[in-house]
């Protein structure tokens, strides 16, 4: 069965840094793109960040980048965001999803999401 | 960027009726194009790819079409438990984008 959980999110002050996990089960997720999107309170979704499986690039959406970075651990199958200089806009919950296989960005699976609020 | 426009942004139903949400990409993308359901504190749910593919163990009372640039997707016989808001995403090109959402409400 496949499984995506994610984990990490929490309270940090504007400016802080934060690191969110998705832990993978069921699958392998070097050949599956597994990404990272997000939903502010009470609005749509926004695509974040994710790995080429093609090349392995890591790709960052422009409100992120610079701010924000992609790292895994094949052996854990868990992937991490790690999120830094925190803004209020940044306040969502977090999903990770895993692609079909052989794709970057057609979602199949969702995590059920972990909560960052970026609030002094 | 591709930008998805999504319309109507939201839509009152009866049971059983049928609606068809659109959504239209700022520049082709062939059908490289996914919907998604999501209702209120969960997480989004896969519905369709590849323009008009059933994700497995969706019903076939969701269906969808287009390429190119405009896509459609189609909900029959409407129940309550398909109240919910539905996204659109296209996959062509990172960043990845999604179309504003279409909330659907049982009247």
């Known amino acids: 069965e496949v499984q995506l959980l994610e984990s990490g999110g929490g309270l940090v002050p504007p400016g802080g840094s934060l690191t969110l996990s998705c832990a993978t089960s069921?699958?392998?997720?070097?050949?599956?793109?597994v990404n990272w999107a997000r939903q502010a309170p009470g609005k749509g979704l926004e695509w974040v960040s994710g790995?080429?499986?093609?090349?392995?690039?890591?790709h960052y959406a422009d409100s992120v980048q610079g701010r924000f970075s992609l790292s895994r651990d094949t052996s854990k199958g868990t992937i991490y965001l790690h999120m830094n200089s925190l803004r209020a806009e940044d306040t969502a919950v977090y999903y990770c999803a895993k692609s079909l296989l052989g794709t970057n960005g057609c979602f199949e699976s969702w995590g059920q999401g972990t909560l960052v609020t970026v609030s002094s | 960027d591709i930008q998805m426009t999504q319309s109507p942004s939201s839509l009152s139903v009866s049971v059983g009726d049928s609606v068809t949400i659109t959504c239209r990409a700022s520049?082709?993308?062939?059908?490289?194009v996914a919907w998604f359901q999501q209702k209120p504190g969960k997480a989004p749910k896969s519905l369709i790819y590849s323009a008009s593919s059933l994700q497995s163990g969706v019903p076939s009372k969701f269906r969808g079409s287009g390429s190119g640039t405009d896509f459609a997707l189609t909900i029959s016989s409407l129940q309550p438990e398909d109240s919910a808001t539905y996204y659109c995403q296209q996959y062509m090109r990172y960043p990845f984008t999604f179309g504003g959402g279409t909330k659907v409400e049982m009247k």
């Open positions: 069921g699958f392998t997720f070097t050949s599956h793109g």
């Open positions: 790995f080429s499986i093609s090349d392995e690039y890591l």
């Open positions: 520049q082709a993308i062939d059908i490289h």
